[in-house]
């Protein structure tokens, strides 16, 4: 779900997975009480008008975001898609295991 | 329920009383010492909070697995009781509900139990990242969820869905609940609006 203080206005923050960036995207989303999920970008497009666009930032050049997601503020129609698109999300995601990291080496650089 | 007041009230003084369900479950409450009902030796409600809502007054508990359905409101309101127990932050956002969240999901689940459409075990109890607390019911392709805000001003709502229907709803009366948990037992086939 994205935040009520339209923190996640812009999209919901995913990664795209690069295993060059392995222990960059590691080091995101396995944190204490959480774990990475996985998510087909064809799976989020099954779910009109959800899209993934490229937004790479300086920590994590993969960084996209999930894109269509109606503003649950503005009334009840919005909230009750945004809930149904949340709840369909979930339902095509599934838990992630992270591959051994690349050699140093290999890694791109942070 | 049957409720027999074994001293007269009088105010401020709570009433005692020792009564029982219909189907003889065993409900004690002694009024200003101790403010608990004991419903099911694991069903505890605050008496006092049940005499202002008025719940104990005029509870009809219909004909559905009662047992079961009580046990599973009580197993509810310990896994609410062990959410107040997390802490309250972890780096992802809130993940312990409000006190408001957890008074208001309580007595949405109560008014569940006083449907008689049938608790079932909910799939999920969880909180969001800004502290919403969720209860997740599921059967087959029906869900329904409530959703318990954590800001006492926002409205408590159940989002509910079949296939691509879906629909949110504020109305959490007795009645409309037991509508909404009467079609996820698969009861009504036509999705309720």
Known sequence: MPRKDGQDRDGLSVSIEDEQLTDVHK????????????????????????????????TDPSHALIIGIPDRTLGVEQL??????????????G?????????QELQKPK | MIIENLTPTGAPALPRYLGATRYDDEIIGVGADSILII??????????????????AAIGIAAHPRRANSLHYSELLRQFATLTRTPEHDDLGRIRPSIAAIEMASEVAFRILRTGSGVSMP??????????????????????ELVCPFEPARRSYIYYSEGDQYYVAYDLSVYRLGRL?????????????
Request: charged residues 30%; proline residues 7%.
């Open chain 1, 27 to 58: 080091h995101s989303f396995e944190t204490d009480g959480h774990r990475g999920c996985q998510i087909r970008v064809s799976s989020v497009r099954e779910i009109p008008p959800l899209d993934v666009a490229p937004d790479p930032i300086e």
């Open chain 1, 80 to 93: 009750a898609a945004t809930e149904y698109m949340a709840q369909e999300l979930s339902r095509r995601a």
């Open chain 1, 95 to 103: 838990p992630y295991t992270f591959p051994e990291s690349l050699p």
């Open chain 2, 39 to 56: 419903d099911d030796s694991l069903q505890m409600i605050t008496y006092c909070q049940a005499l202002r809502s008025g719940s104990i």
């Open chain 2, 123 to 144: 799939a999920d109890v969880s909180v969001d990242r800004d502290g919403d607390l969720r209860i997740l019911w599921e059967d087959g392709d029906r869900t329904l």
């Open chain 2, 181 to 193: 948990f009467g079609w996820l037992a698969g009861r009504s086939s036509r999705f309720p609006r």
